[in-house]
């Protein structure tokens, strides 16, 4: 008959003690997840502007540090200014109101503001939100580096519910005076003046253009000279922008090399 085997008092002392310390053991304490949820952009009522963006490449200044604040900054931030495109530019915005956003690109590049289009019938428009205004005059020089035909224009007056005054001038030689109606449902454009001139450079060429919105007058400047001027009292106040548009060809890109706010003169 083989042996009992009798387990020592303490071993078993030791076991049970283990086997309370498990069983008294505290459950871990298990945090709550934060349920986010996605954040949804509202519907706009009618087309808004959306941030322009910035072209990023070497030596870009998103690598450049912001420079100390001087006059000249100060300056710059004035209603009636120069607008170089070299700085900040946060304060202008761009929307459609034809085409494609997903074939519309609009960026810096080397100091100037570019509206690159690569579908048709797009129209495009790049605002200065900073300020309104009621009599003003906007200057600018544009270089036409893609495809012909093709139209910029300058804008006053803008005010997102009651519309425009736009200044459309092709480089076919054709200009266009416009106001647009913003009260309508879908928005409409309503044809005030057009004719042609032959101060206007065709082609791929650099055309330098000036308007006026002064009182009820409105008035174009091609290269200098002074165009056309007519009369209308619809619109009283509002921001002003530049604009480019393709139609029937692509690519289509045109470059402002400086936007001049400034009060209109008695000319």
Known sequence: ????????????????????????????????????????????????PTIIPTAMSEGSIADTPEPEPTEEVVLQNESFRLEEFENDISGWSWFITSG??????????????????IDKDIYAYLMYDDYTYTDVKISTSVENRGKTPTSVSLICRYEQNSGWYEFNIGSDGLYTILRYDGTLADGEYVFLVNGGSNQIRTGREFNNYAVSCEGETLTLWINDIKTKTIDDSVLTEGK???????????????????????LPENE
């Open 1 to 48: 008959m083989k042996p009992k085997r009798f387990i020592p008092i303490i071993l078993i002392s030791i076991l049970l003690s283990a086997c309370s310390s498990i069983l008294s053991t505290p459950e871990p304490t298990v945090l709550p997840v934060e349920s986010v949820q996605p954040t949804q952009k509202p519907e706009p009522t009618r087309q808004l």
């Open 100 to 117: 494609s956003e997903d074939k519309t690109q609009i960026y810096r590049d080397r100091g100037r503001v570019v509206f690159e289009l």
């Open 240 to 262: 002003i922008g530049i604009s480019a548009s393709s139609y029937n060809v692509t690519p289509i890109i045109v470059e402002f090399d400086y936007v001049d706010i400034s």
